[in-house]
């Protein structure tokens, strides 16, 4: 398999974008990207999206999308795994450049949320989850995520005190993210006076519905050192994996399974531990789940979550900067698009273009991107290489 | 690249499957394809499908498939590419066999598309169109390929006899097939008579709405000589393209151009020709489109489509036998599993297990699978190698 490395990034301002179609924000990152490599055509691309079909009434987006960014007739194939499709795309990316299939691969994702209804959102959003078994009881997300916090609170002594800080230490991040929806900082006491969504979260510590799009291009690492001349960032190691879609099938319901075995798996073929991370990005849907995936990937132990964020250890000058850019929380969560923004982040936290918020000396960086409750998991090491 | 082969096949008996969920109908057939190959474990899979969300309000199918399929932690992702699903799954099977990132990958497609009324399956299979820029404007599915044939009628003298003969072909093919949601005959008389759908297509000019699931497996060819006792069929081509999405947008509405294309990359890699292959399966979602599509692959010249079927060039003892299966047409179309099902007729043919439909001496075989009105395609090129 060929060395693959990043060439390319891109991402368009977050938020109710009403006045643009999926198409538009789509295209819009993808042609960012496009630029910031410096390359002149793609050979292939990748679509990560949730559930366009349920949110915009359309399905086809490779077609789509490689019709409006006038790369037909390229092969484009749409890539679902609910809010880890991001992710699942950019691994198919690597994937095609690795085996030679392909020289220059762009992978996007996109989701366009805000074109409907409030109730219907929850709906859509619901299809990540075991329709047959766990939504046709009424259980919705922020009600998954909940009882994975009061099982989290029961066995570890969380407190509701440490979930509020992950909200604040992300939107602290995210006000010096120019792309954040909502780029502003919280407190503690706005977070657990905030409206309640599902006991224990509230409104502050769930992620936003979010229209957005982020793109990366990808090639070979040979042919990268000739393209560009920006720092080069290679993909180093990629894992991906499954659990049970549903909760209640888990032996324990605060350990995200897929996780820590895709990070098993990514951290093998990189060749680094989590010791090695200077900056990584994961999936806080909600509060509770930051929590949960920092102890998933090994970055502290089984339980050590709450403890880590209450003592810094994740913040942005900490010994272990866990969402740099605002994370879903403050970025916002366009679900499909999320794991590819991820890579957007660290590329630029690799190559020292990440402003306010960039972790000095960054030089090896991890994605963590998670479908449903955990049902699904990617994660991607990157590493600069000049 | 390492070569690759296809050891085992599954499908089961299609129509409509009212007492089966689209987890039962996908394990069904995955566990045959399992059997059939004789393993003992898969270390990744597909699940090629279209819309499950608008279909069953059921996304993340990757995770809900292998947790069913008791495969868990194994990768699992589900691909969408309109009615193209199921090649564009098949290819990515391929590839990560190829590229050397898995030994055993199971691909998988499946569509549950009777739990709606017929209003909304309507509505489901047109975000497949530009969901803007045609279905908007009230055009369904039936409507842009009547429009489709009436070109194709005017521009080369396609006689409406013509396209009720591919009815015909694939009713006496399917008629030989189990596993056929309609394996009964039709008259060219019958198809004339039968209800008009969108001027010129009737009722029997249509593919029909179906639930079933298809499955394959992928290993390497060395690999595959120790496992399997069973004749071997290796994938010695695939291409995958894209076209316009909406077909207003096309020079040409009665050229599948990104069929051309795959089938292109395809032959360029298989070092064959139309000219070479002993049986095919092409999308015949509606009589004109096998008409398009033996034209776009090469198997006739442009404008040739409807006297090829006329005069028995593709009927089963003909010189190029299309839809052995019944195709699309007689055998159904659950449409993100169309694609796989064509690798599993094709397998079949090639280890001579095709009963009463066997094409004789049938060593090498192209599969056509086409998303939209052509807005994607992938088509795949199989030989047996023993």
Known sequence: MREVAVIGVG???WGELWEKSIRDVFVEAALMAIEDAGVDHIDSMYVGCMTSGLFVGQEHLGSLMADYLGQTPIPATRVESACASGGAAFRLGFMEVAAGMSDIVLVGGVEKMTDVGGGDAT???????????ECYQGVTFPGLYAMMAHRHMHEYGTTREQLAQVAVKNHHN?????????????????VLNSVKVADPLRILDCSPITDGAAAAILCPVDMARNLSKKPLVQVIGSGQATDTIALHSREDMTWLGATAKAAEIAYGMAGVGPEDLDVVEVHDCFTIAEICVTEALGLVSKGQGGPAVESGLTALDGKIPVNASGGLKSKGHPVGATGVAQIVELTEQL???AGDRQVKDARIALA?????TGGST????????S
Chains 1, 2 share one sequence.
Request: aromatic share 8%; no cysteine.
């Open 174 to 190: 995210g006000s010096m993210n120019p792309r954040a929806q909502y780029p502003f900082k919280v407190t503690v006491e706005q």
């Open 378 to 385: 990617a994660v991607h090491i990157l590493k600069r290489i």
């Open 11 to 13: 991402m368009n301002k």
């Open 351 to 353: 190559r020292g273009q």
């Open 368 to 372: 963590q991107n998670m479908g449903g």
């Open 123 to 133: 709906f859509a959003l619901s299809t990540a989850a075991d329709q047959e078994y």
